[in-house]
């Protein structure tokens, strides 16, 4: 659920009008109002200056009396007993702009104008006041940041009392169990041997077991069901499969693809290299630290082999893949562009929020203020970023639109691409 700061009022809107009025009117100086000068503006001024006009003319509204007093671009409309400042009037009259456009009220409408400016302007069109959030102040990010659930560290909490307390196997099961139990709904009965086993294929490799797969996990159930699942989620686990089921889930978060996209598609042919990386990363039951680490500094972390510093560089693909507009000509334009590609990920894979929308301004639903936002964008400016360049010869594919382009990073290990050209053994990336 999204939310919204108390922000500070920076400007007060006038919207509608009500009933009453801010000084008392007689019942003459109303009845007067009423019937002399409402229906005239509503009738030959509401449609270019009032809050339904669309785009009111001269930023000049004259459906309230806030608004009226207040006047446009060239100032008041209205002021009050005297008639030489009241450019209304004088526009009615001709004798400054012309007003209505084409035409010219009638004597009798003029003179009930004149009579109203000189008694006062009385007008009982009172503006309801609304406060506009306007601006975000630091205080308004602290109390954010205390105050949302989504930025409170997380407590420990004790299991809530159940009614079937034997159920539960752990303490999820409590919270589960207590849901039921409030809707009154009964636990389903444990699955069957044949629907667990399905089910750990399914959730660890992708793939369904074969025939004789279940019947070996239906007999390993017999001799004991909990060693069953134990020994098959390992088997499962150390597969190869495991990974690229696992892997494919972490390279759709961080938006993977073998191209560029947008209008000018340019390929991306090394990127097989980081999708193996994660592939291999999860097989290896590689900590999610160090796997983070990798993808986002992997070219600054201390290396003991040419090996493992060319894994490093190979994860900080997570940075170069992801969309961009290399027919985008402005070389400043594309790189602010990049960089902001890179926050928006980072931010939405590590930290589950969207950033970007503090390009522009302070975040309105986020405790992310634009400084915070530039202070990344000054990060990743210091970064150097390789997407591939379009004369290249190792393999980058483009089209004759690229404006953008860029060299590639070379491994300091003999890793050939198929997609390489054949190329003499110091040239290999």
């Known amino acids: 659920m999204k939310h919204v700061f108390s922000f500070t009022a920076g400007v007060v809107f006038l919207v509608g009008s009500a009933a009453g009025a801010e000084e008392s009117l007689s019942t003459d100086e109303l009845t007067f109002f009423e019937t002399k000068i409402r229906p005239v503006l509503v009738r030959e001024c509401y449609g270019c200056h009032s809050s339904k006009a669309g785009n009111v003319r001269g930023g000049l509204r004259l459906d309230t009396k806030e608004r009226m007093l207040l006047g446009g671009a060239t100032g008041p409309a209205v002021v009050p007993g005297d ?7 004088n526009a009615m009259t001709h004798q400054d702009f012309v007003m209505p456009p084409k035409r010219k009220l009638p004597q009798e409408v003029v003179d009930n104008f004149k009579v109203w400016i000189e008694m006062g302007a009385p007008d009982p069109r009172i503006s309801v006041q609304k406060d506009v959030q306007t601006a975000i102040t630091a205080q308004d990010i602290e109390k954010a940041k205390a105050e949302f659930w989504a ?5 420990k909490t004790v299991a809530p009392p159940v009614k079937n307390d034997p159920w539960c196997q752990n303490k999820i099961d409590y919270y589960v169990l207590l849901g039921l139990e409030t809707a009154e709904i009964t636990p389903a009965e444990d699955a069957e041997p044949r629907a667990i086993v399905r089910r750990l294929y399914f959730d660890l490799v992708g793939l369904p077991p074969t025939p004789n797969e279940v019947t070996e996990f239906e007999t ?4 004991g069901a909990e060693t069953a699942v134990r020994d098959l989620a390992d088997e499962l686990l ?11 889930h972490w390279l759709d978060v961080v938006r993977y693809a073998e191209s560029t996209g947008r209008s000018v ?4 042919p090394h990127a097989w290299r980081f999708r193996d990386y994660v592939i291999d990363s ?3 039951d590689k900590p999610f630290d160090h796997f983070v680490q990798e993808q986002i500094a992997g070219d600054l972390l201390p290396v003991q082999t040419d090996e493992e510093w060319s894994e490093h560089l190979i994860a900080t693909t997570f940075l170069a893949i992801g969309a961009k507009n290399i027919n985008e000509q402005n070389r400043i334009q594309f790189r602010a562009d990049l960089i902001d590609e890179q926050i928006d990920t980072t931010t939405r894979v590590f930290l589950g929020a969207s950033v970007s929308c503090a390009r522009c301004h302070d975040h309105k639903f986020d405790a992310i203020p634009q400084s915070d936002y530039y202070a990344l964008a000054g990060v990743f400016g210091n970064t150097e970023t390789y997407f591939g360049n379009a004369q290249s010869s190792y393999g980058t594919f483009s089209g004759a639109q690229t404006k953008q382009v860029s060299n590639l990073i070379r491994l300091p290990v003999h890793d050939p691409n198929p997609f390489d050209k054949k190329l003499s053994e110091e040239d290999v990336e």
């Open 265 to 268: 598609n340019m390929t991306f």
């Open 220 to 223: 390993a159930w017999l001799r």
């Open 282 to 284: 999860f097989n290896a």
């Open 83 to 89: 008639l030489e400042e009241s450019w209304l009037y």
């Open 238 to 248: 150390a597969r190869t499969q495991f990974g690229e089921r696992w892997g494919r």
């Open 151 to 155: 930025y409170q560290q997380p407590q």
